[in-house]
C-alpha cells in the first residue's frame, strides 16, 4: 500500500505565501514524476506543476514566476512553493506522484488534497 499526505494549506492574504508538502510513503520501490494539480470550485481540475526525478519541471503559464515545485528523493517528499498568491489561486490543490510498488506495478496516487484560500 501506499499513502500520500499533503499539509501546508491555508487561508492567506493576497500578495502573500504558502509552501505545500506531499510525503510519500509505504510499499515503494520508486518514484518518477511527482507533481501538483488544483482544482476551484465549479472548475476541472488543472495541471499546476510537475518535476521529472532528474529535476525538470513544468509549470502552467498562469503560476510561472511565482510557483517553484521541488522534490527530496531521499524522503519522497515533493513541495510546492507559492508567492505573490492571487484570489484566483484559490482551490484545492492534490499532489500526483507516480509510483513504482515493491510489487512491479506502477501507477500514479493522489493526495487527499489541501485547501488553499486567498482572500483578504
Known amino acids: 500500500q501506499v499513502q500520500l499526505v499533503e499539509s501546508g494549506g491555508g487561508l492567506v492574504q493576497p500578495g502573500g505565501s504558502l509552501r505545500l508538502s506531499c510525503a510519500a510513503s509505504g510499499s515503494i520501490f520508486s518514484i518518477n514524476a511527482m507533481g501538483w494539480y488544483r482544482q476551484a470550485p465549479g472548475k476541472e481540475r488543472e495541471l499546476v506543476a510537475t518535476?521529472?526525478?532528474?529535476?525538470?519541471?513544468n509549470y502552467a503559464d498562469s503560476v510561472k514566476g511565482r510557483f517553484t515545485i521541488s522534490r527530496d528523493n531521499a524522503n519522497n517528499t515533493v513541495y510546492l512553493q507559492m508567492n505573490s498568491l492571487k484570489p484566483d489561486d484559490t482551490a484545492v490543490y492534490y499532489c500526483?506522484?507516480?509510483?513504482?510498488?515493491?510489487?512491479?506495478?506502477?501507477?500514479?496516487?493522489w493526495g487527499q488534497g489541501t485547501q488553499v484560500t486567498v482572500s483578504s
Open positions: 518535476i521529472t526525478r532528474g529535476g525538470s519541471t
Open positions: 500526483n506522484v507516480d509510483i513504482r510498488t515493491m510489487t512491479g506495478r506502477s501507477r500514479g496516487y
